[in-house]
């Protein structure tokens, strides 16, 4: 099967879906709102990523968590990604939805 970004891209997108549902909303989930990640700046989301870079090559919480892991550095990015947008008043990146590189 030839290599295909986007198909790799929608599989791991649904693990972290997977993440959100059975790990984040549980644990970290306020029905009122107020979320302790929407305190954050971009650069507590930064140092988030790197604590779960920086345990990356231990393997003291097992193979699944440190899969895992990888799968929060992306939940993180995507905090960045939101922030950044928020504060710049940035809608979209690629707003014709990237066919300008077709």
Same mark, same amino acid.
């Given at each position: 099967? =030839?290599?295909?970004?986007?198909? #790799?891209?929608?599989?791991? +997108? ?5 993440? /959100? ?5 549980? #644990?970290?989930?306020? =029905?009122? *709102?107020?979320? #302790?990640?929407? $305190?954050?700046? !971009? ?11 920086? %345990?990356? +090559?231990?393997?003291? %919480? @097992?193979? /699944?968590? #440190? !899969?895992?892991? !990888? /799968? ?7 905090? /960045? ?5 928020? $504060?710049? @008043?940035? $809608? $979209?990146?690629? =707003?014709? *939805? *990237?066919?300008?590189?077709?």
């Amino acid at each position: 099967m =030839p290599y295909d970004r986007l198909t #790799q891209w929608k599989k791991f +997108s649904k693990q972290v879906e997977a993440h /959100i549902l059975a790990y984040t909303l549980p #644990q970290y989930a306020n =029905p009122d *709102g107020n979320e #302790q990640v929407d $305190e954050f700046t !971009v650069e507590d989301c930064w140092k988030n990523i790197d604590r779960y870079k920086n %345990r990356r +090559s231990s393997c003291t %919480r @097992g193979e /699944i968590e #440190q !899969v895992r892991d !990888v /799968i929060k550095v992306a939940h993180y990015a995507q905090f /960045i990604f939101d922030k950044l947008c928020d $504060e710049k @008043g940035i $809608e $979209e990146v690629y =707003p014709d *939805g *990237g066919k300008s590189n077709e």
